[in-house]
T-cell receptor, first 116, second 112 residues
Framework: NAGVTQTPKFQVLKTGQSMTLQCAQD?????MYWYRQDPGMGLRLIYY???????DKGEVPNGYNVSRLNKREFSLRLESAAPSQTSVYFC???????????????FGDGTRLSIL | QQPVQSPQAVILREGEDAVINCSSS?????VHWYRQKHGEAPVFLMI?????EQKGHEKISASFNEKKQQSSLYLTASQLSYSGTYFC?????????????FGSGTQLTVLP
């Protein structure tokens, strides 16, 4: 049982390049999330998808776009990468949004992204 | 509003106890606790709902003081495996689009 799978695990980009981070979960979860983690900052929510077909901005959405491709997959795209987007990106999923989003979140292993 | 965690870091000897606090300026609906080991993904520990409910996970327990908008994580007789960074995530009471807001973490190091 893989849980939440993220690809790639590592990536180095040049300023201005674009790329898509992939995330897939096999737990039949309705809700999915993208976070970034910077030293001393904890986890900050970029975008989330409460259910298939919906996406919403989180705390730090600027410079990113997302696509909820189907129930399993949620991708994060950087259209024109900037050095400030150097970070570790985590995808997470949870069972559902009803009840105030009070279910455990299951995280992938992360993508370590460096932008030169 | 990001919750405030304290202390930022703590170093223990195996078998000692520790308390990690998480405070919010907003009325809280629930508090979630996660542990992250270096280079790994955060792992869910427990959820505390308003009402002062206390939960446990191995020798780790937590409480939620609704009046103070604060949660405390108690690590009893710490083991080497408890080392890592502990994050609290808070859900505020108001608004329908509630999402977790995480604190900046408490780095716990357990020495032999």
């Amino acid at each position: 049982n893989a849980g939440v799978t993220q690809t790639p695990k590592f990536q180095v980009l040049k300023t201005g390049q674009s790329m898509t981070l992939q995330c897939a979960q096999d737990m039949n979860h309705n809700s999915m999330y993208w976070y970034r983690q910077d030293p001393g900052m904890g986890l900050r929510l970029i975008y989330y998808s409460a259910s298939e077909g919906t996406t919403d901005k989180g705390e730090v959405p600027n410079g990113y776009n997302v696509s909820r491709l189907n129930k399993r997959e949620f991708s994060l795209r950087l259209e024109s990468a900037a050095p400030s987007q150097t970070s570790v990106y985590f995808c997470a999923s949870s069972e559902g949004y009803r009840g105030g989003n009070n279910q455990p979140q299951h995280f992938g292993d992360g993508t370590r992204l460096s932008i030169l | 509003q990001q919750p405030v965690q304290s202390p930022q870091a703590v170093i223990l000897r195996e078998g000692e106890d520790a308390v990690i606090n998480c405070s919010s300026s907003k009325a809280l609906y629930s508090v979630h606790w996660y542990r992250q080991k270096h280079g790994e993904a955060p792992v869910f520990l427990m959820i505390l709902l308003k009402g002062g409910e206390q939960k446990g996970h191995e020798k780790i327990s937590a409480s939620f003081n609704e009046k103070k908008q604060q949660s405390s994580l108690y690590l009893t007789a710490s083991q080497l495996s408890y080392s890592g960074t502990y994050f609290c995530g808070t859900l505020i009471s108001s608004g329908s689009a509630r999402q977790l807001t995480f604190g900046s973490g408490t780095q716990l190091t357990v020495l032999p």
